[in-house]
């Protein structure tokens, strides 16, 4: 998130409300013209963020994205092919596996899609700031450490005085169990690091 980006506490309960975490990761299988075989939950609700970004919700094809990333793509010599695709709420990291049966006589090779949602640090933030109890503003704090401003900056920001950012600073602290702006951060890697995993 850049410093232009920075959300409001209007908009960051907004977006709290009506634009929940994506699914972690999904796994579609594909016959080789891509028609979609199988469907996990993940890779449903996962698509389905991705159709909404295309005003499409179809399950039974792939959203244009996905086909246009494998479209320039030997799926006959393929080993694994990497690439990103936007939704509406996330960015999703897929990888695209094919895989061919030992008798090719019965059955005939497809293709495995490996979804798995790239995590940002308004997902540490959020995460943090549900399990610490912390208000909209103090959030909004938060999400300001988090890109690096000073607290006159986030006082600026915020349209409140640096004093009045230092005694959020304070609660979040308490509510963090820290004692410094670099404990916070800490905390910030911490839950960015195991949303990663």
């Known amino acids: 998130m850049n410093a232009n980006s920075f959300p409001t506490s209007k908009t960051l309960v907004q977006k709290r409300e009506a634009l929940p975490i ?8 594909t016959d080789l013209s891509l028609k979609p075989i199988a469907i996990d939950r993940g890779a449903t609700a996962i698509l389905t963020d991705i159709g909404r970004y295309e005003n499409s919700t179809d399950l039974t094809r792939l959203p244009r994205e996905v ?7 030997d799926l006959h010599h393929l080993s694994a092919f990497r690439f990103r695709v936007r939704g509406e709420r996330q960015t999703y990291d897929c990888r695209a596996y094919l895989l061919e049966p030992r008798q090719r006589a019965t059955l005939s090779s497809f293709l495995t899609l490996y979804f798995r949602r790239i995590s940002s640090p308004g997902d540490a933030i959020r995460r943090l700031s549900a399990e610490c109890n912390l208000t909209p503003r103090e959030e909004e704090v938060l999400m300001g450490i988090s890109i690096g401003l000073t607290s006159k900056e986030l006082g600026e920001r915020l349209s409140i005085s640096p004093n009045t950012v230092k005694a959020f600073l304070r609660l979040i602290m308490i509510k963090l169990g820290v004692t410094t702006r670099a404990a916070i951060v800490g905390k910030l890697l911490e839950y960015g690091s195991s949303d990663a995993e």
Do not use: F, R, W
Request: hydrophobic letters at 60%; a negative charge.
């Open 22 to 29: 994506a699914a972690e990761d999904g796994i579609v299988m």
């Open 67 to 73: 086909l246009a990333a494998l479209q320039d793509t």
